[in-house]
């Protein structure tokens, strides 16, 4: 009998591209992962991965081994939900991941509330981003993935994994408190041309609407300085070093050396999505935590 445990942790080789990797998500050490494949090389009597330099692949039979399974796993974990539909309960392990700042602004705020509501459910939180959470979601590494995008951003989802739209988040302009902009109610695009930008990295799905949002004006924003996180363009804004969008949705109360400026035409609006298997769409507990996250 072929076991299930060791299917996942091969199914996460395949999806993350190494032991190492598949360890780090799945919260295996990777000796345990490597430990799950040979278990499995001897329930099937072939060899499942072998070595590429300093590295691992599937081979023939571990392909095909994951690409049969999946269809197992899957209407395993679809029985599960009919049976916890069935029961009407509550119960269970949710995985959750989430954007650093849906993190703070949604997820932290619920999730105390959702569990004295739900004792049987058990919630394990981690932070990624949204490319990540996508993977991980698909890939059957956790339950629930908050992702944002951003206008026309699209953020490819595949087929079995369903969307659900949990909140709108509008970002503001904000720039230093003696900066020539400070006193006005709203901005747009064309006001913005000679700002000096504090951004997120390029190819980030924030960098790429900041872009977008210059479509029409002729011109592409003046990039000054990079940073990932948002708490970092607010101190580097009040240090007087340029201006950013600044999402509200997780952000700090804005302190005295900053202003925040409405942006019209367009208003920069990132789309916060839920993500979940399709074949948890009957799930009492998915459906607790959608319930909580929409609720916030």
Do not use: N
């Not at 430990?35 to 599937?58: D, I």
């Not at 459910?121 to 629930?144: K, N």
């Not at 720039?175 to 990295?201: F, S």
């Amino acid at each position: 009998m072929i076991d299930l445990a060791a299917l996942t942790g091969l199914r996460a080789v395949a999806t993350h591209g190494s032991v190492i990797a598949a360890a780090e998500a799945t919260g295996f050490t990777p000796s345990a992962v490597s430990q799950q494949v040979k278990r499995l090389e001897r329930q099937v009597g072939v060899p499942l991965l072998e070595r590429v330099g300093r590295g691992v692949m599937l081979t023939s039979h571990g392909r095909h081994l994951v690409d049969a399974g999946e269809q197992v796993l899957a209407d395993l974990e679809q029985l599960e939900t009919e049976l916890q539909h069935r029961a009407g309960v509550v119960t269970g392990a949710v995985r959750l991941v989430a954007f650093s700042t849906a993190m703070r602004g949604l997820v932290a705020p619920v999730a105390r509330r959702l569990l004295d509501a739900h004792p049987d459910l058990r919630l394990t939180l981690d932070e990624r981003e949204p490319w990540d959470a996508v993977d991980l979601v698909a890939a059957g590494q956790c339950d629930v993935g908050i992702v944002h995008r951003w206008g026309g951003v699209a953020l490819a989802v595949p087929d079995h994994v369903a969307t659900t739209r949990i909140a709108d988040d509008v970002a503001d302009l904000v720039v230093p408190r003696e900066h020539p902009l400070a006193g006005r109610r709203k901005v747009t695009p064309r006001d913005l041309l000679e700002v000096d930008w504090i951004a997120t990295p390029e190819g980030t799905i924030c960098r790429q609407w900041l872009h977008r949002m210059y479509d029409g004006t002729g011109r592409p924003p003046r990039i000054a300085h990079v940073s990932m996180e948002f708490e970092s363009h607010l101190a580097l804004v009040a240090a007087g070093l340029g201006v950013a969008l600044v999402p509200r949705l997780g952000r700090a109360p804005l302190g005295p050396d900053v202003v925040a400026i409405e942006v019209t035409d367009p208003v920069p609006t990132r789309l916060v999505d839920a993500l979940h298997r399709r074949t948890m769409a009957d799930s009492p507990a998915v459906a607790a935590v959608l319930g909580a996250l929409r609720g916030a």
